[in-house]
């Protein structure tokens, strides 16, 4: 099963910190907040729930549930929770990928669940 997603950057220039906190997990914004272009690595991250969704095909999912985390490489991965891991059984499926890149005016993510 595959998902992908493409966003502009500036649909996140004006959300709010509660706006923020609605959609990504206290380790993603500590995460994107580290860095200068921010606004980017929100959009990419948004883009991973979005293409996960459309991975799964169900539009029920409550986004902040899909934390993206990263190796020590920086090799983003979706965190595995009781949620995810019930969705995933649900749909005999157990492994899950994801690639995100962005730039000045976009980011987009691609999620392959199998
Ligand atoms: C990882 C790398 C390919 C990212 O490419 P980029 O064009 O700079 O940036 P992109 O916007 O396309 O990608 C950024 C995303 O790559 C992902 N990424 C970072 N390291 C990664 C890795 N080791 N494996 C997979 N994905 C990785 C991250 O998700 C990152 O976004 P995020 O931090 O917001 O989650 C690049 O920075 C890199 O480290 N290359 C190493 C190889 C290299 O430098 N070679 C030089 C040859 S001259």
Redesign the pocket.
């Known amino acids: 099963m595959v998902g992908i997603d493409i966003e502009k950057i500036n649909r996140f220039e004006h959300w709010t910190d509660e706006g923020y906190e609605r959609i990504f997990t206290k380790n993603e914004i500590n ?2 907040k580290s ?1 200068e272009n921010y606004l ?2 929100f959009c ?2 948004f883009c991973v729930k979005e293409a996960f969704v459309k991975a799964i095909d169900d539009d029920s999912l409550i986004y902040k549930e899909i934390e ?1 985390l ?2 020590e ?4 991965y979706i965190k595995r929770n009781e949620y995810i891991d019930s969705i995933l059984k649900e749909k005999h499926k157990s492994r899950i990928e ?6 000045k005016d976009y ?1 987009v993510a691609i999620v392959v669940i199998d």
Do not use: M, N
Not at 73 to 76: L, Q, S
Not at 98 to 103: D, E, N, T
């Open positions: 995460y994107v860095f980017e690595r990419g991250f993206v990263h190796s490489t920086g090799k983003p994801i690639s995100i890149s962005h730039c980011a």
